[in-house]
């Protein structure tokens, strides 16, 4: 299944419950009293972030979220229940926008934020005073709810951004340096959609291989550039038996450009992954043409344990700093 990271839903706050309008007989008397309680408020709707929640799938067939109305006053003074409160789950690292102000926050925490606020409970007339106030039925209605069209948008939290050309060999070092187990093939487009990995508390995002083009939309990667927007390091992978790997590392570096040139502005290591596939001398000779562009370079085999280190070392001196 394809990664969502992009959904339009709409929310309704409950409404409040309307207040009693009863009368109860006064006890040895003719005359009656105001008996209604107070209805129940409306239930709001929060969202707050679940790191279990990976993206928003689950608003695909499900565009709209309703809140319980505010239960209405009862006889004998008996006020209404409040409307049970809506928590939305989503993933860390979600905007909401609403569509209508353009207001919007991002879900960094497991602290619930309210979207809609839930209508006020009608007023009984256990309360109604006629000397002091000419109260008309609609005194007794509860208030109406919230209801918005929002905007959800995912960007991932991750320390780490893998990004190259497809068949660069991100996938299979993501595997190398942490639990991760993404989809690995000698082929192009192995990957679909986003993959993230745990290296201690540093979190790795392999991303979907861009091509030439894709920042006006072609390929897969353009729709996941937005994600690595928030990454602390670029990790720029390149396979070792490339032919021109001076063209190969400016097509992605172009891409960026297109799409948002912040992310040119990252701090970026080159690592020539594949390294076992071409000899020392190529290597070296790649290294000095790379050099001339961005002198932070390191090369890296999933076969060498020791080249894989340096990536982490890399990594967490990185991290470390930032």
């Known amino acids: 299944m394809a990664l969502v990271d992009d959904v339009r839903i709409t929310v309704k706050a409950g409404n409040g419950g309307n207040g009693g309008t009863a009368k109860k007989q006064l006890f ?20 707050k972030g679940d790191a279990n929640i990976s993206d928003l799938s689950q608003f695909q067939f499900k565009k709209k979220i309703v809140a319980a109305n505010g239960v209405n006053g009862l006889n004998k003074d008996l006020d209404g229940a409040n409307g049970e409160h809506t928590y939305v789950l989503v993933p860390f690292g ?3 926008t609403d569509e209508a102000t353009g207001d919007f926050v991002e879900i960094l925490t497991d602290q619930p934020f309210c979207v809609a606020t839930g209508g006020h409970g ?3 007339n256990h309360d109604y005073k006629p000397d002091l106030d000419r109260l008309t039925p609609r005194h007794f209605e509860g208030g109406i709810g919230d209801e918005r069209k929002l905007h959800l948008v995912l960007n991932m939290i991750a320390d780490v951004g893998l990004v190259g050309l497809p068949n660069a060999g991100k996938s299979s070092l993501l595997k190398a340096l942490t639990n991760a187990v993404p989809k690995v093939g000698a082929y192009p487009f192995t990957t679909l959609e986003p993959n993230l990995g745990a290296m201690g508390k540093i979190i790795i995002a392999d991303i979907p291989g861009l091509i030439e083009g894709a920042s006006g939309g072609k390929g897969l990667g353009i729709q996941f550039l937005k994600h690595i927007k928030k990454t602390k390091i670029l990790l720029h992978c390149i396979a070792s038996d490339e032919k021109d790997v001076a063209t190969t590392y400016r097509t992605v570096r172009e891409e960026f450009a297109g799409f948002d040139k912040i992310l040119l502005e990252k701090n970026e290591v080159i690592v020539l992954t594949k390294k076992d ?3 020392e001398k190529e290597l070296l000779q790649k290294i000095e043409i790379l050099k001339k562009i961005n002198p932070q370079i390191i090369t890296a085999s ?4 020791e080249s894989l280190e340096i990536v982490r070392e890399k990594i967490i001196s990185a991290s470390e700093v930032l």
Do not use: H, Q, W
Request: glycine share 28%; hydrophobic share 20%; charged share 10%.
């Open 28 to 47: 040895g008397s003719k005359k009656t009293a105001p008996d209604g309680g107070n209805g129940g408020n409306g239930g709001n709707i929060y969202f």
């Open 94 to 96: 979600t905007t909401v």
């Open 122 to 124: 009608g007023m009984g």
């Open 277 to 279: 596939l071409t000899t």
């Open 302 to 305: 999933i076969y060498e344990p």
